[in-house]
């Protein structure tokens, strides 16, 4: 392009890439269409697959499946409502236990308490942990948790057995060994989104509230938490998302009864841990039935997503 | 740090804060020397300079904020009615309290715009009545009459120099008696930076006001006393370190200073 061509007018608005660079340009723009759509091809290809496995199970049960609480192979009946509960109170003790370690932590690591070098080593250990296989979380929960869960079930039964929550003595294996091992393992995602929002505010938004006379921890509770919290809830929400769908420790832990029990201290089970036991040997319409509870887990992280961005969306809309 | 020492009675009745022999490092960079200065009370004080004469450093330091640079050490005395405010036993949360601060940037905070006022009162554990103090600090920043219909929306939905004034009740509303201002007005339009001026001639009958500006006409406007800082050169490796050249009435600084580097400086040869 020399400076001759500036003075023809016409030629620079027609500009001067080359037609190959252009359809380049434009196969490019296609290829990540592709790429999009695929996803989405992919997520609807994997609803309709399981929706076409339960239909002989939908059809069959229609909505007594949810109110069932047998799963009986033998006598082909089967109901989720007691694995329903066993994943949704196994997530709620996670993220009881998880919400309150993770932003705290968050808080820390965001924070100068302590020196850069040390903060950066322990972010890296948060990352380690969401690094660690569930099936070692497993082993860790069957060798070492559940025996310390029994000691303190057995106490807590004991002293509190009037609580339905409560009501039954440990038989080692159970929910709460099962939420206390999710909480561990959604930790690090709770702790490395939260501080990631929090990292993120603008320094005026902390000097301003320092300025004004608060304290640090006025300023963390009063400003810093309250602008972080669409993220904090973000990701929460997909720490509860990823808690409901966890299969491998929740199935070594939970001790897999499909008996309905609202004690904690009870053996339970989790949709994701059923299905992963029973699918192997399942046959006929217990397969079906397996997949109309797979149908039930998919709907119900889509429920909790469409909360949480409900939720983020609610909490946003305040501030701007 | 040394013992408070009592001031001479006369010096303490005008002067708000003092600043003695003061020098402030970062680590071992030394980024300002030997400012020597008293800040009068009820008046507006404006320190002006070259980018990099620390300014700004000097004026977070009148309220601690620069305590949030783990690096920084102050060496001298700054004193606020006779006590040193770096001596031990002074809590830095008190000093802010008394002394507040208005940013470069509107930073109101995800809130109301009601809760952002009320913040610092809150914050200071206010007794009184709250609807009241956040209507008075409102009118006092020439603010109440656009949001009084919406106290209940968030304070980023107002423009940027609402926002501003937004920032000014919320410092006044705190009950400070000095407010430092941040070249308040750089990120505003001549209209919203005329109001926040007129604004801070208002304030001054009750507050004592320093304001670090860049703009000279806004100086000789606002201003009552003018501190032009400089920088120069240290060793080789670029390091700059800040002084206060001359501080006088402002009508001096810009007609007839001391100094000749005050002269080329306000005078636009340099900066």
């Known amino acids: ?320 | 740090m040394q013992e408070s020492l009592r001031n001479d009675e006369e010096l303490l009745r005008q002067s708000v804060i003092e600043l003695m022999d003061v020098d402030i490092f970062y680590g071992t960079y030394k980024a300002v020397k030997e400012v020597n200065l008293n800040i009068p009370k009820n008046k507006i004080t404006a320190f002006i300079g070259p980018s990099g004469c620390g300014k700004s450093t000097i004026l977070r330091c009148l309220n601690r904020l620069n305590d949030l640079i783990s690096s920084f050490k102050l060496k001298g005395r700054v004193t606020y009615h006779g006590q040193d405010l770096y001596a031990k036993d002074i809590d830095p949360v008190e000093v802010r309290k008394r002394i507040g601060m208005v940013f470069q940037r509107p930073n109101p905070f995800p809130k109301t715009i009601y809760d952002n006022v009320a913040y610092g009162a809150r914050v200071n554990g206010y007794k009184g009545d709250l609807d009241e103090l956040v209507e008075t600090s409102l009118r006092r920043a020439a603010l109440w009459d656009e949001v009084k219909d919406k106290l209940g929306e968030s304070g980023f939905s107002l423009s940027g120099g609402q926002q501003q004034r937004l920032c000014i009740a919320r410092t006044v509303a705190a009950q400070p008696e000095v407010v430092l201002m941040d070249e308040p007005c750089s990120a505003l339009d001549p209209i919203s930076t005329l109001k926040i001026e007129e604004l801070m001639q208002e304030l001054k009958e009750n507050y004592t006001i320093v304001i670090v500006t860049h703009n000279m006409q806004q100086a000789t406007r606002v201003a009552d006393m003018t501190a032009f800082f400089n920088a120069e050169a240290v060793g080789n490796k670029g390091n700059k370190v800040g002084y206060l050249v001359e501080f006088d009435q402002t009508e001096k600084i810009f007609s007839n200073p001391e100094e000749q580097s005050t002269k080329d400086y306000v005078s636009g040869r340099f900066g």
Request: aromatic share 10%.
């Open chain 1, 1 to 320: 392009m020399t400076q001759s061509d500036y003075s023809n007018t016409d030629k620079i608005m027609m500009g001067e890439r080359s037609p190959l660079e252009k359809t380049f340009d434009q196969g490019f723009r296609w290829l990540t269409l592709g790429f999009a759509i695929s996803i989405g091809l992919i997520l609807i290809s994997i609803a309709v697959i399981i929706a076409v496995g339960a239909f002989p199970a939908i059809k069959q049960f229609n909505f007594s499946f949810f109110t069932n609480s047998n799963w009986n192979p033998v006598t082909d009946e089967y109901g989720v409502i007691a694995v329903i509960y066993g994943t949704i109170v196994s997530s709620l003790i996670s993220l009881i236990i998880a919400i309150p370690l993770g932003v705290g932590a968050a808080v820390f690591l965001s924070e100068d308490f302590i020196p850069e070098q040390i903060r950066t080593v322990l972010v890296f250990l948060v990352e380690l942990l969401a690094a660690i296989p569930s099936v070692v979380y497993g082993l860790w929960g069957i060798f070492v948790l559940i025996p310390i869960t029994t000691v303190f079930g057995t106490w807590l039964n004991q002293n509190f057995g009037w609580f339905p929550l409560f009501s039954s003595p440990p038989a080692g294996p159970g929910m709460l060994p099962a939420g206390i091992v999710l909480s561990i393992m959604i930790l690090p995602i709770i702790i490395a989104i939260s501080r990631d929002s929090l990292a993120s505010l603008p320094p005026d938004l902390r000097q301003a509230s320092l300025g004004l006379g608060a304290t640090r921890w006025e300023t963390i509770f009063r400003v810093l938490i309250p602008a972080a919290i669409s993220g904090i809830m973000g990701g929460v929400m997909l720490a509860l998302g990823r808690a409901m769908g966890e299969t491998m420790a929740a199935t070594m832990i939970i001790g897999n009864s499909n008996r309905l029990s609202i004690s904690i201290l009870d053996p339970a089970n989790t949709i994701a841990s059923l299905i992963a036991n029973q699918f192997a040997e399942a046959s006929g319409l217990q397969i079906s039935a397996l997949m109309y509870a797979g149908l039930v887990l998919m709907l119900l992280t889509l429920i909790v997503n469409i909360l949480a961005e409900y939720i983020v969306n609610q909490v946003k809309a305040k501030y701007e």
